[in-house]
């Protein structure tokens, strides 16, 4: 039986390669890549989630026990959702100053640090098929800390709500609207939704912890922490100001 499973396992990952290869010689995989400045959104691609997989293999492989996580963030890992073309990685490091040692493995898969990407408690780096264009952003964060647990959180609430889906893509088309090509500008002004849905999430969480289960209800986003994904602990991140994170709150902001 070991030996049937080995040989499963030989062909499903032959199957894997394949299937990438003849993607990238079809031309599709040239929907993974987006020129810097430039903003637009394209359709879903299942491809995205075997690039994921392949990619975050050799992360893993290159920073070893450095990296605690390596998890497939942001709008390309939302299957059905329009993203633009570029795939976002969250790795997570324990302390956060030893993010300063991954440089080497990194720069050793093609990667470059971004220092000006202005992400608040993120070390981004970013690689492409030349240096004009950006196919993957990797970004370095404290593992189970704040940023880690919210961007995840919020992922999963995307992934199982459709709704919410739909409200983040009108945001994102919005802001390419008034933005198409000023990358800072553009997340500036979907900032808005996205500080507005982790901060709903991280109290509907929190309150959630303080109530029995079978006491909560309502149509709000559910609580979709995943410990074997995120870690062996629950962040808790303490009480959000008051008159946040309501039921109806949450479900103003999936139809707004």
């Given at each position: 039986?070991?030996?049937?499973g080995?040989?499963?396992?030989v ?17 599709r ?10 903003n ?10 075997l ?17 605690k ?9 939302v ?7 570029i795939?976002?990685?969250l ?10 040692e991954?440089?080497g493995?990194?720069e ?6 971004a ?7 993120h ?10 264009e950006?196919t ?8 189970e800390?704040?940023s ?5 959180q ?6 199982q ?23 800072v ?9 996205i500080?507005?849905a982790?901060?709903?999430?991280r ?6 912890r ?6 909560i209800?309502?149509g709000?986003?559910?609580?979709t ?8 602990k629950?962040?808790?991140h ?16 999936r139809r707004?």
């Amino acid at each position: 039986m070991a030996s049937i499973g080995s040989a499963a396992a030989v062909l499903g990952s032959s199957v894997s390669v394949a299937f990438r290869r003849r993607w990238r010689k079809s031309g599709r995989g040239q929907m993974l890549g987006l020129k810097h400045g430039v903003n637009y959104l394209v359709d879903y691609q299942t491809c995205w989630k075997l690039e994921f997989e392949a990619e975050s293999r050799r992360i893993k492989a290159a920073l070893g026990k450095l990296a605690k996580g390596v998890e497939h963030y942001g709008s390309t890992a939302v299957e059905g959702m329009r993203a633009k073309p570029i795939l976002d990685i969250l790795v997570g490091v324990e302390p956060l100053e030893l993010w300063k040692e991954c440089f080497g493995p990194l720069e050793s898969l093609g990667y470059d640090y971004a220092e000006h990407a202005g992400v608040p408690g993120h070390f981004v780096f970013g690689k492409g098929r030349d240096k004009s264009e950006r196919t993957h952003l990797l970004h370095i964060v404290q593992f189970e800390g704040p940023s880690w647990s919210s961007n995840l959180q919020l992922r999963d609430a995307l992934r199982q709500d459709e709704h919410l889906r739909e409200r983040y893509v009108a945001a994102k088309e919005a802001a390419i609207a008034s933005a198409p090509t000023g990358r800072v500008q553009y997340n500036e002004l979907k900032r808005a939704f996205i500080d507005e849905a982790k901060a709903l999430l991280r109290d509907q969480s929190w309150r959630r912890r303080q109530a029995p289960q079978d006491l909560i209800t309502g149509g709000g986003f559910r609580d979709t922490h995943d410990r074997s994904t995120y870690g062996r602990k629950v962040v808790d991140h303490g009480p959000t100001p008051s008159g946040w994170g309501t039921d109806r709150q949450l479900l103003a902001l999936r139809r707004r």
